[in-house]
């Protein structure tokens, strides 16, 4: 590279960085869930049970748990500037009869579909592809 062409691209490329500084810096960062515990208050368009059991818990950066409403689960969770998605789920096999089980299961494959999510106070929404309505979570530890 020439004389004439570095002394162009040093401050171009000092200019383009500081741009992309700029940008990020007007972006507030998102909240970390890491460390928060959340029960379920509704499935998209459905209250969950009475007395449900189901709930999220961010233990550390890049793992969930929880109780499906019979059954624990677990996995990874990807958490970036408002998208959030799970992977690597699996969970306990106790027997789960009626209500519980359809709730269990609608619950789990509905973490698995979700795309994005929102804090809004002590309430998180965590919105599913082909759910009109969010999952709606109330928190219950830090």
């Given at each position: 590279?020439?004389?004439?062409?570095?002394?162009?691209?040093?401050?171009?490329?000092?200019?383009?960085?500081?741009?992309?500084?700029?940008?990020?810096?007007?972006?507030?960062?998102?909240?970390?869930?890491?460390?928060?515990?959340?029960?379920?208050?509704?499935?998209?368009?459905?209250?969950?049970?009475?007395?449900?059991?189901?709930?999220?818990t961010?233990?550390?950066?890049?793992?969930?748990?929880?109780?499906?409403?019979?059954?624990?689960?677990?996995?990874?969770?990807?958490?970036?500037?408002?998208?959030?998605?799970?992977?690597?789920?699996?969970?306990?096999?106790?027997?789960?009869?009626?209500?519980?089980?359809?709730?269990?299961?609608?619950?789990?494959a509905?973490?698995?579909?979700?795309?994005?999510?929102?804090?809004?106070?002590?309430?998180?929404?965590?919105?599913?592809?082909?759910?009109?309505?969010?999952?709606?979570?109330?928190?219950?530890?830090?």
């Open positions: 590279m020439s004389h004439s062409t570095s002394c162009f691209v040093r401050p171009f490329a000092w200019f383009a960085i500081s741009l992309s500084l700029a940008a990020c810096a007007g972006q507030p960062a998102a909240p970390s869930l890491t460390g928060t515990e959340w029960r379920l208050e509704a499935l998209g368009d459905s209250a969950v049970m009475e007395r449900s059991q189901a709930t999220l961010f233990p550390e950066a890049g793992r969930v748990a929880g109780n499906g409403s019979c059954n624990r689960f677990f996995g990874s969770v990807r958490i970036t500037q408002g998208h959030i998605g799970f992977d690597q789920m699996g969970s306990t096999k106790m027997a789960c009869m009626g209500p519980a089980n359809e709730q269990e299961a609608r619950y789990l509905a973490l698995q579909k979700a795309e994005r999510y929102e804090l809004q106070g002590r309430t998180l929404l965590i919105h599913v592809t082909g759910m009109a309505k969010p999952l709606r979570f109330v928190q219950t530890a830090p």
